[in-house]
C-alpha cells in the first residue's frame, strides 16, 4: 500500500525544467513555475502538481505550506563535511594580520586539520559528521559530496573514505565520496613529493578501488599544493582505476589545471576566483563544468569567480557551499546563493539551477534530484511565505526554510 | 511573590565589563567570562552567577543550557524596521548593471519605500514590523532602535512613528524612536529643498516634538540626499526640541557631516564606509560614537567602514544592522558581527562589545541591558554548544540560537 502526501497551499512550485544535461547559457536563468498549487507525493517520490483551484486528490498526509514556496532541496556538490575540528583560531590569526598561505606555512591550515584528524577515532569522525549533515539538512541540503583529504597518510585516508561510507549507509540523503589525498604534502614528506605521489599512486589509489571506497578523484592544483604537471600525473592514475576527476584549481593562482582536468574529461573545475581568457575558451570547448564556491572567498576577503563570464561563455556553472573549518565553515546554501547573486551578478534563477539541477548532474544523480518532477525523489524545501523567488538570496540573513522534506521524512 | 529561574550547565558565560561609558580602545577588546557556571533571574533580572561546582540555588524554574554559552542579547541600534515593503525588483536590477544611486535617481531606493509607505495602513506596517521584530529577537535582538524615513511628508512621517509608538507599547524589548524625515527629498519638493528643509523645521518637528513621537533626530548627510549646512541647520532645529542626534554621514563621500555632527553634541555617526584622518581626529576628540553597519556595504559591494582604525583611534565602535528594504535587507546580528570579523578585522570580542554594551550605550539603555551583571534585565542569548567565542563569528552560516530570554520570556 504506497504511502501518499499531498502538499497544499503552494504560492509557487520553482523549479529548474526538466533536463538530461547541466543548463548553461540563458538556459540556466530558466525556472519552470506553478502558481497556487498542489503537489502530490507516493512513497517519497513525486507524482505530479495541479492547481489549487482544481479539486485536490486524496492522500494519506497533507501537509499545509501555508503560502510558502517549494523548492527542490540543494545538492551541495563540493565539502569537506568530515573533519576533526573547527579552526577559528586561525581565523583570529588572520584578523591580527596573518594570511591563509602564511597560517599554511607555518603547518595551519590543511596540516593542522590532518593532525587533528589522524588523532580521532573514525567513530568521532562518523559522529560529527552526521551532525553537521543533520544541520545541513535542516537548512535545505538534500544531496552532497565529501571528500578526504585530511589524512595524508593511507590509513587516515581510508578511515575518512570509510566515515564517508558509513554516512551512505546511514544518512537519508545520498552522499557521494571523493577521494583527495592531494589535498597538501602532508609533514612526512616535506624534502619528498616524489615519494607522497608515488604512495597515491601505488598505495592509496589501489586500495580505495580496491574497496570501492571513492566515487571521484580530486586534486588541489596551486601553487601551495600540487602543480599542473603531479595533477596530470595523479588523473591518470586515477584514470586507471576507473575514477573521474573533479578537480581543486584557480584558487589563488592561473597555472594549468584547468587545461589538465579538461584533458583528463573532468566533471568539475572547483574554485576559479583566478581565471583568464583562455582557460574560459578551453572549458567552454569541454563537457567540463565549473563548481563555484563563493563562501571561501568570502571567508578568506579574496577576488570571486567571474561567474557571469563563465555564464556567458556558455559554461555550466555549479554553485557549492566548499564546507571545511579552514576556508569555509559553512555548509548554508541560502548564503552561497545570495553571495552568488550579489558578489557574482548571479540572477536569483541562475543561482537555484546552480545549486540544484546543475549540481545534482555533476553528482550523477539528475536522474533523481535537482528539480522537481514526476518521479524524481520528493527532497523539497518549503519556505516560509515569501513574496517572490528574488526575495530568497536577497534578504540574506534571513532563514527561510519552513520544513524540509527528504522522500517520506520532514525536516524543521 | 518573585519568580526565579536558573540557568544551569552554561559552558561559559560571556560578557562585556560593567562599565559607565561605551567602551573604546584596548577595553573594547576586553571580556569577562565564567566557565561551568549557572545564572539565577528574578522577576526578570539577573541576580548573580557562581560556578557548577558549587551548591545550585533554588529556584521555580530551571532551563538547562546543556553546555552552550550564554551572551547578553544584542542591542540593534540602527535599523529602518517600519516599512511597506521588500525590494528585491531593484536588486536584480543592481545585478543587471544599475548602481544604487542610479537606481534612487530613477525614483527607485528610498523613494520607492516612500511611495510604498505612504499608501499603507499604520494597522498593516503595525503588523508587519512586529512580525519581523518577533523574527528578530528569535535570532537573539533584545532591543532596537527603529526609524522613521519613508514617509516624507508630515502625515507618513507621524504615521511612521506612531507606529513605532505602538512597538514600544507592544513589544517585549525596548524600541527606541528616531525622526529621519529628512532621509531623503520627496518628489514633491524636488524644486523647492527649501521648502522640504522648512516643513521638517516648522511642521514636522514641532508636531513630533508635541506628540513625544522621538527619541532622536537622524538626518541623512549625503550627497544623494543633504549637505552638511543643511544637516547642520535641521539639528540646529532639532536642539530646540531637545532631540539629540545620531545621523547618516560618509556612506558614500567625506562631505563634512561628522564635523557637523560633533558640533551638535550627536551620539553617534552611522555609516563611515568613507572617513578621512581629519574626520577620525575629529571623532577622537569628541564623545561622539562610531556605528558601523557592514551589511549594508556586503550588500551594495562598497568598502568596509575601517573598524581598526576607528578603534586604534580611541573612538567607541557600535555595530548595527541597518535593516532596510534598499541597503541591507537583513537583521541578522550573528551575521553582522562575522562581516565585522571577516571584513573590517574586528577582534570577535570587540564584535561582541560592540553589538552589546556599546549599542546599549548609545541608545540610553545601558543601565539595563548590554551586558550580563546584577540588576540588569535578563535579555539573554543562550547558544546551541559551541568551543569558543571566537567560533560564533567563525561559522557565519549557522544559526546560533538554542533560546533567547526576555525577561521572563523564553524565545526558541
Request: glycine share 8%.
Amino acid at each position: 500500500m504506497p504511502q501518499t502526501l499531498l502538499i497544499h497551499h503552494i504560492r509557487r512550485i520553482l523549479t529548474p525544467p526538466p533536463a538530461h544535461q547541466p543548463l548553461s547559457g540563458k538556459a540556466q536563468g530558466s525556472l519552470h513555475t506553478h502558481d497556487d498549487a498542489w503537489l502530490l507525493i507516493e512513497d517519497g517520490r513525486i507524482v505530479g502538481s495541479g492547481s489549487m483551484s482544481e479539486p485536490l486528490p486524496r492522500a494519506e498526509r497533507r501537509f499545509d505550506a501555508e503560502g510558502g514556496m517549494v523548492l527542490p532541496a540543494f545538492v551541495d556538490a563540493h565539502t569537506h563535511l568530515v573533519f576533526a575540528a573547527s579552526r577559528e583560531g586561525e581565523f583570529v590569526d588572520r584578523i591580527r594580520g596573518l594570511s591563509y598561505q602564511e597560517i599554511a606555512r607555518r603547518g595551519g591550515g590543511i596540516l593542522n586539520s590532518a593532525l587533528r584528524l589522524r588523532q580521532t577515532s573514525e567513530e568521532a569522525l562518523f559522529a560529527q559528521a552526521m551532525q553537521r549533515l543533520e544541520g545541513l539538512i535542516r537548512l535545505g541540503t538534500g544531496a552532497i559530496e565529501i571528500k578526504s583529504g585530511y589524512g595524508l597518510d593511507t590509513e587516515s585516508e581510508l578511515k575518512m573514505l570509510r566515515v564517508i561510507r558509513r554516512m551512505k549507509e546511514a544518512a537519508p540523503v545520498p552522499v557521494r565520496a571523493t577521494f583527495l589525498g592531494a589535498h597538501a604534502l602532508p609533514p612526512e614528506y616535506r624534502d619528498d613529493r616524489e615519494g607522497y605521489l608515488a604512495l597515491i599512486e601505488r598505495e592509496m589509489l589501489p586500495r580505495i578501488a580496491d574497496e570501492g571506497l571513492a566515487d571521484y578523484m580530486d586534486v588541489f592544483c596551486e601553487k601551495v599544493a600540487f602543480s599542473a604537471d603531479e595533477t596530470d600525473r595523479l588523473l591518470e592514475a586515477a584514470d586507471r582505476y576507473g575514477l573521474r576527476p573533479r578537480i581543486h584549481t584557480n584558487q589563488f593562482h592561473s597555472m594549468g589545471g584547468i587545461e589538465v582536468a579538461v584533458r583528463h574529461g573532468a566533471i568539475s573545475v572547483d574554485h576559479l576566483e583566478v581565471v583568464n581568457d583562455e582557460e574560459i575558451r578551453t572549458l567552454a570547448a569541454s563537457d567540463t563544468m565549473a563548481t563555484l564556491l563563493p563562501s571561501a572567498p568570502f571567508f578568506l576577503n579574496d577576488p570571486y569567480p567571474p561567474a557571469r563570464r563563465l555564464i556567458e561563455a556558455g559554461i555550466p556553472v555549479v554553485l557549492a557551499s566548499d564546507y571545511n573549518p579552514g576556508s569555509s565553515p559553512s555548509g548554508n546554501m541560502w548564503l552561497v546563493w545570495s553571495l552568488a547573486c550579489i558578489k557574482m551578478r548571479m540572477l536569483p534563477e541562475e543561482g537555484l539551477v546552480a545549486a540544484t539541477l546543475n549540481a545534482a548532474h555533476s553528482l550523477g544523480l539528475a536522474d533523481h534530484l535537482g528539480s522537481i518532477a514526476p518521479g524524481k525523489k520528493a527532497h523539497l524545501i518549503v519556505t516560509r511565505p515569501a513574496p517572490s523567488l528574488a526575495y530568497l538570496p536577497y534578504s540574506f540573513g534571513e532563514n527561510h526554510v519552513r520544513a524540509v522534506l527528504i522522500g517520506n521524512q520532514w525536516y524543521f
